[in-house]
């Protein structure tokens, strides 16, 4: 294959088909790649982002796992590195540990031999807003959106150089909405003004996609971007690449349909309820019948065997806030969860082994567990359903030599009627 233009590292698997889709819109050819790859990808594409399953794990961990695959991005001529986290801009939060956004930010500044970087979530598209450096999910600052309550990953700041900076050595700054509105220059000379003054790391306001695309050209020929994927929408010109419809072609899609989802965001709620209200069948999981022993699994998978041959099924763990609470407090934060994921990939791998063809997976931790149960390795990424979500095609060992179309979605994004209308694209 050629030389990619752009190497990124996403730390979940749901923000790396995120930022693949805005770079796919955007006119690049985008393959994700699940984990680092052994070798080079054999394909002709612009941008390669690799995924991994590091928003949740131990810092240090998180920082070994983004290396591991800095050097293979740079084994594959990528001109420049892109950090990608959420955004909602949560990570690692337990005890005296306080994220690994900065630490993983710093690692690849070193490794790349760079003293600046940028930081900003903002996703317009998605109504996340960055306002004097404060982080907005529409219209409340983020630690007021139900994020306060997250059951791994709680944000009780929106103030992102405040917690930016608990998280990293080096001096964090803020490039602010007036400097963004008068375009490049003053961008540029916002930064050399920050570099001067000893700062490494700069949170960028950004309200609209405007500003987004004034962003991207003064971060041409920066070693390293870090950001959610709103910031995609304005480096692809960078390379000399305009949008194209070509870049999101998928096969056509066949098969069996089904959603999984673990995610317990308000959007993704809202989402299953929508479902169920429609008419469709949907069945719970019972996180507590899982630790007795029962296989919930196998239940599922029988329940599921006659009804995925007249339309969609759901098979969710969502619940909210309170009563997840309330597992967390008999079974413990990490199992609760790491239980949960582990039965509803194994439904995944059994509905695509029964014949469904194409899944929707809500939830990062969740998408994580089912790509890895399903043994995917990369994903070609395909046109947009929502802001965000795209669809993908994949190979696994479980559709028995066929194409299978994947969208893995974060769990809060997505219209209230996402889970029909991502079915409905595709037919």
Not at 90 to 100: H, L, P, V, W, Y
Not at 110 to 130: C, G, H, M, S, Y
Not at 138 to 165: C, F, I
Not at 407 to 423: I, R
Request: charged fraction near 15%; aromatic fraction near 6%; hydrophobic fraction near 45%.
């Amino acid at each position: 294959m050629g030389k990619i233009v752009l190497g990124c590292i996403a730390d979940d698997f749901t923000g790396a088909s995120d930022l693949a889709n805005n770079l796919v819109r955007a006119g690049m050819r985008v393959v994700q790649t699940i984990g680092v790859p052994d070798g080079p990808l054999g394909a002709e594409v612009d941008a390669v982002v690799v995924a991994l399953k590091s928003r949740t794990i131990a810092p240090a961990e998180a920082v070994a796992q983004s290396l591991a695959a800095l050097q293979w991005l740079q084994g594959q001529g990528a001109q420049q590195i892109y950090f990608k986290y959420c955004s909602t801009f949560d990570s690692t939060f337990s005890g005296e540990i306080r994220g690994n956004i900065g630490p993983v930010t710093e690692a690849l500044m070193e490794a790349l031999n760079t003293d600046f970087t940028i930081a900003t979530p903002a996703f317009p598209d998605n109504q996340r807003t960055v306002f004097k450096g404060y982080l907005f999910a529409g219209d409340v600052l983020l630690n007021e959106s139900g994020m306060q309550n997250h059951p791994l990953t709680p944000m009780t700041d929106a103030n992102l150089v405040r917690v930016l900076q608990a998280q990293t050595r080096r001096k964090v700054g803020l490039i602010d909405y007036r400097v963004m509105a008068r375009g490049e220059a003053a961008i540029r000379a916002r930064i050399d003004q920050l570099r001067a003054e000893g700062v490494g790391v700069a949170v960028v306001d950004a309200l609209s996609n405007d500003d987004l695309l004034r962003l991207g050209p003064a971060l041409k020929g920066m070693p390293l971007v870090t950001a959610g994927s709103g910031v995609a929408i304005g480096l692809p010109p960078n390379f000399g690449i305009s949008p194209s419809s070509r870049a999101s072609e998928l096969p056509a899609a066949r098969g069996l349909q089904a959603v999984v989802s673990g995610s317990c965001s308000l959007a993704t709620n809202r989402q299953v309820l929508d479902f169920i209200k429609a008419g469709r069948p949907a069945l719970a999981i019972e996180p507590l019948r899982i630790a007795a022993g029962v296989d919930v699994a196998a239940e599922a998978l029988a329940w599921a065997a006659p009804l995925i041959q007249q339309g969609p099924v759901l098979v969710y763990s969502t619940a909210d806030s309170n009563a997840v609470k309330s597992v967390q407090g008999r079974l413990g934060v990490e199992e609760a969860g790491a239980m949960v994921e582990r039965t509803i990939a194994a439904i995944a791998r059994g509905l695509v082994e029964r014949g469904v063809r194409q899944l929707v997976v809500a939830g990062g931790e969740t998408s994580g567990a089912c790509v890895q149960a399903l043994n995917i390795t990369q994903l070609q990424i395909g046109p947009q359903i929502d802001p965000g979500v795209p669809w993908c095609h994949a190979l696994s060992d479980a559709a028995a030599g066929q194409g299978l179309h994947l969208t893995l979605k974060s769990g809060n994004f997505g219209s209230d009627d996402f889970f029909s209308k991502a079915f409905t694209m595709l037919k």
